[in-house]
């Protein structure tokens, strides 16, 4: 099973860029699906985007859609969510998360996902 470690999270302004990171363990990366989830405070979990595990299919929430791109360099085992035109709504705790599945189409459901990051930061100011 992987292990997974988020970097890239900060303080910025309204319109900004920030790009995170997250660096995977073990061998078999490829054989996982990843997402990025976040958590604003009060709120509930919510899904970001995901990328399966070819990096051949892509999904983004419709908040994001336009703004946040993902992507996956297996031969790293690192996810990337480059993070445009940054809303203060963007503000929370992201979530890296791996699902162990070859199937094309992504999961936008936090339960299919067994293995989750500690999180990073992200706080987008007005």
């Known amino acids: 099973q992987v292990q997974l470690v988020e970097s890239g999270g900060g303080l910025v302004q309204a319109g900004g860029s920030l790009r995170l990171s997250c660096a995977a363990s073990g061998r078999t990366f490829s054989s996982y699906a990843m997402g990025w989830f976040r958590q604003a405070p009060g709120k509930e979990r919510e899904f970001v985007a995901g990328?399966?595990?070819?990096?051949?299919?892509?999904f983004y929430a419709d908040s994001v859609k336009d703004r946040f791109t993902i992507s996956r360099d297996n031969a790293k085992n690192t996810v990337y969510l480059q993070m445009n035109s940054l809303k203060p709504e963007d503000t929370g705790v992201y979530y890296c998360a791996a699902r162990r599945t070859t199937n094309w189409v992504v999961s936008t459901q936090a339960y299919d996902y067994t293995t989750w990051g500690q999180g990073t930061q992200v706080t987008v100011s007005s």
């Open positions: 990328i399966n595990w070819s990096g051949g299919s892509t």
